[in-house]
């Protein structure tokens, strides 16, 4: 049960801000947030925990409905670095929390 | 600290020859994945260990085996190799439960299987 993101693919401005959503039909224990450029593998920005508790990027910002099983990842002023695919990945609760399921992704492209 | 390695980079197999995956890691971690990305697609968990001696299977564990000896390495084997296994191959750790804990990723192995 891979966790649905939205949108698939997003083009922006630099300076613009973005929004990508992540939703699951379990309960979770946890979600999580990569960033995968081109070619390379994908660098943890941040943990979001049932409670509220957030670990990770400090210029990134994201939020986590627990009673809805949905997360969201803010990205505001984005800069050129910022181009890449995100993907969440979640942690379904009361299965060990051993085991992270990635969405499909959500390809960013900024434009100068 | 060289934090996630992976031998090869790049590897081409015939239709059924086997090959091994290395993957090591010099953090300490207790927590090793292999996970695999088909272009344009998501990562899906082949197999995960939560310490040396320990392993089991994720999503997509068929036509892959692996063991963990050691708490730095964590070598995932493909038998019989078969065209749907053409693939980019990560292997990542964590320090301990994924749920909890950051995930460090290897640079990545891209297979073709011919």
């Known amino acids: 049960q891979q966790p649905v993101q939205s949108p698939q693919a997003v083009i922006l401005r630099e300076g613009e801000d973005a929004v990508i959503n992540c939703s699951s039909s379990?309960?979770?224990?946890?979600v999580h947030w990569y960033r995968q450029k081109h070619g390379e593998a994908p660098v943890f920005l941040m943990i979001l925990l049932k409670g509220g508790e957030q670990k990770g990027h400090d210029k990134i910002s994201a939020s986590f409905n627990e009673k809805k099983q949905q997360s969201s990842l803010y990205l505001t002023a984005s800069q050129l670095s910022y181009s890449g695919t995100y993907f969440c990945g979640t942690v379904k609760l009361n299965f060990g929390n051993e085991k992270l399921t990635f969405g499909t992704g959500t390809r960013l492209t900024i434009i100068p | 600290n060289a934090g996630v390695t992976q031998t090869p980079k790049f590897r081409i197999l015939k239709i059924g020859q086997s090959m091994t995956l290395q993957c090591a890691q010099d953090m300490n971690h207790n927590y090793m994945y292999w996970y695999r990305q088909d272009p344009g697609m998501g990562l899906k968990l082949i197999y995960y260990?939560?310490?040396?001696?320990?392993?089991d299977k994720g999503e997509v564990p068929n036509g892959y085996n692996v063991s963990r000896s050691t708490t730095e390495d964590f070598p995932l084997r493909l038998e019989l190799a078969a065209p749907s296994q053409t693939s980019v191959y990560f292997c990542a750790s964590s320090y301990s439960r994924a749920g909890d804990y950051e995930q460090y990723f290897g640079p990545g192995t891209r297979l073709t299987v011919t």
């Open positions: 260990s939560v310490g040396a001696g320990i392993t």
């Open positions: 379990k309960a979770l224990y946890s």
